[in-house]
């Protein structure tokens, strides 16, 4: 028997009762936590604890995860597309980024729930790393979680504005155009980690935006679709970057 608040029940009848209690779930289809923000805390700690090894490995980390497209594609370090997300070149670096990504990460997370909202960062991240991949010069390292906040900037437009919410969108848009500016103004940036983060968390939204009105057809689409989409992306990129560096006669990179 169990103990209950109303006496005792048989573990059968508690498993009875238990399959017809409702899950609270957002307008998303994301599931309902008392800590809607708990991915983006544990984002937010695994940049800052990967940064503190960065600092401490006197350059090591960043010599094995950065993403340097020569080392992609001669040496088959394709972790490096995903690594580099997590690695950062400076404390002022870090702190915009987590900055940005624990003010925009709560209220994503909370709309679309925890799995999409980690799978929303990852391919915001993946695809900033292809197009940088595919576009920029192999021979310069690329590093930070930009194209992933890029990503959070995007989807929150984009569920913002098929929400209704002109005003926020509004705002979002804004926001987006000033940081574009500064993408494109300011030199060492990644301006193909930025963009490629930026389609590919605009990719998810929409696909989430789409499944929930239930204009995907009759069966709806579940998120993966987007990852599988943007992946894809990066795959195509990342072809085309690789016929291109045989005939710019790079080489290999030593071991």
């Given at each position: 028997m169990v103990d209950a608040s109303v006496g005792f029940q048989c573990p059968d009848c508690v498993r009875e009762g238990n399959r017809d209690i409702r899950v609270g779930r957002t307008l998303s289809g994301g599931v309902i936590h008392r800590d809607p923000a708990l991915v983006t805390k544990i984002l937010v700690g695994l940049n800052v604890a990967v940064y503190v090894l960065q600092y401490l490995s006197d350059g090591a980390v960043n010599e094995r995860f950065e993403m340097i497209g020569l080392r992609v594609a001669f040496e088959n370090d394709n972790y490096r597309l995903l690594s580099a997300a997590f690695l950062h070149a400076s404390i002022l670096h870090i702190a915009l980024n987590m900055y940005a990504l624990y003010l925009f990460g709560p209220p994503v997370e909370a709309s679309i729930g925890?799995?999409?909202?980690?799978?929303?960062?990852?391919?915001?991240?993946?695809?900033?790393?292809?197009?940088?991949?595919?576009?920029?010069?192999?021979?310069?390292?690329?590093?930070?979680?930009?194209?992933?906040?890029?990503?959070?900037?995007?989807?929150?437009?984009?569920?913002?504005?098929?929400?209704?919410?002109?005003?926020?969108?509004?705002?979002?848009?804004?926001?987006?155009?000033?940081?574009?500016?500064?993408?494109?103004?300011?030199?060492?940036?990644?301006?193909?980690?930025?963009?490629?983060?930026?389609?590919?968390?605009?990719?998810?939204?929409?696909?989430?935006?789409?499944?929930?009105?239930g204009t995907l057809g009759s069966r709806r689409v579940p998120v993966e679709v987007a990852t599988i989409a943007v992946i894809g992306l990066a795959c195509g990129l990342a072809a085309v970057m690789l016929a291109q560096l045989p005939q710019q006669g790079l080489v290999p990179l030593g071991v």
């Open positions: 925890r799995v999409r909202f980690a799978a929303l960062y990852l391919v915001s991240a993946l695809g900033g790393s292809a197009l940088s991949y595919a576009f920029a010069n192999p021979l310069i390292p690329s590093l930070g979680a930009s194209g992933a906040v890029f990503g959070l900037f995007a989807a929150a437009f984009v569920i913002a504005r098929g929400r209704g919410m002109s005003e926020i969108a509004s705002q979002l848009g804004f926001l987006i155009i000033i940081n574009l500016a500064f993408t494109f103004g300011v030199s060492n940036i990644s301006i193909g980690g930025h963009l490629g983060g930026l389609i590919g968390g605009a990719v998810c939204a929409l696909v989430i935006l789409a499944r929930d009105r």
